[in-house]
């Protein structure tokens, strides 16, 4: 066999495994700042609890990938300053984001790294590298389920309108 067989972390990363493993870790970290401001936010308990969920991920993710890029010999994107706590009602009402808002870009960044875990997987010929963007993906879809149904029970998903055929209107 040739280099790419035996030990996959014998393996070098290929140009694509290291640009998007980089780009997935800045965002990750991106995500888990803009995350900890949200919580600054939020005022519903179990928004807060996945929000809090969604910062452990994240920096589960940034510490799996962080070693991966640096065992590989490749350097790591700036991280930004860990986003203090702050009393919700210190921040202005017409300045705060609304629970609903906060849900919904949260179920936003869940679907945009779901199809970033895909690509990576797909894309990567090293076998440790498809797996643990595996294992993100898979904590991404149960995240997400878990805010959809937030959003289900609190009222704040809004859905597009309905299709109704109208082969039923008959």
Not at 98 to 125: F, K, R, T, Y
């Amino acid at each position: 066999m040739g280099i790419l067989s035996g030990n996959p972390k014998n393996e070098p990363m290929h140009y694509g495994e290291v640009f998007g493993t980089w780009s997935f870790l800045l965002t990750a970290k991106g995500m888990v700042a803009g995350y900890q401001t949200h919580l600054n936010h939020a005022g519903d308990e179990d928004l807060q609890k996945l929000l809090e969920e969604a910062i452990q991920n994240g920096q589960q993710e940034i510490k799996q990938i962080e070693t991966l890029l640096k065992e590989n010999g490749v350097g790591l994107p700036p991280s930004p300053p860990e986003r203090p706590k702050a009393c919700l009602d210190d921040i202005p009402v017409g300045a705060r984001f609304q629970d609903p808002e906060i849900a919904a870009a949260l179920s936003m960044d869940i679907a945009a790294g779901l199809v970033s875990c895909s690509q990576l997987i797909g894309q990567s010929i090293r076998e440790d590298v498809a797996m643990m963007f595996g294992q993100f993906h898979v904590q991404k879809a149960t995240l997400g389920a878990k805010v959809l149904r937030l959003n289900k029970e609190k009222g704040w998903l809004i859905p597009p309108p309905l299709h109704h055929s109208k082969a039923e209107d008959c």
